[in-house]
């Protein structure tokens, strides 16, 4: 069974900077997409960041130039580093890991990290 564990995120003012991490177990395929997306209140879960395996990134509009997301297969892990949070950033947000076998999509979701950004 696929787990996705995340840590990190929490509390921090507008300006501040937060990292989320999230582990995969029991392994990474290396076919495997991984990256984050998030859920504000009252809105819809959206895309925030997605890494391939060859190290390709996808970002959404709202997020480039402020957040970087990164892949470690070694340590079956992938990360989100946000700087210049903004109050707009703020929502729950979860890892995810889309995994293509005999050419079906199984996507595995991590438990949600809440991040909130105080003005």
């Known amino acids: 069974q696929v787990q996705l564990v995340e840590s990190g995120g929490g509390l921090v003012q507008s300006g501040g900077s937060l990292r989320l991490s999230c582990v995969v177990s029991p392994m990474i395929f290396s076919g495997d997409t991984m990256g984050w997306y998030r859920q504000a209140p009252g809105k819809q879960r959206e895309l925030v960041a997605t890494i391939t395996s060859d190290m390709s990134t996808v970002y959404a509009d709202s997020v480039k130039g402020r957040f970087t997301v990164s892949r470690d297969n070694a340590k079956k892990q992938v990360a989100l580093e946000m700087n210049s949070l903004k109050p707009e950033d703020t929502a729950v947000y979860y890892c995810?890991?889309?995994?293509?076998?005999?050419?079906?999509?199984?996507?595995?979701w991590g438990q949600g990290s809440q991040v909130v950004v105080s003005s």
């Open positions: 995810n890991v889309d995994r293509v076998i005999f050419g079906v999509h199984y996507d595995y």
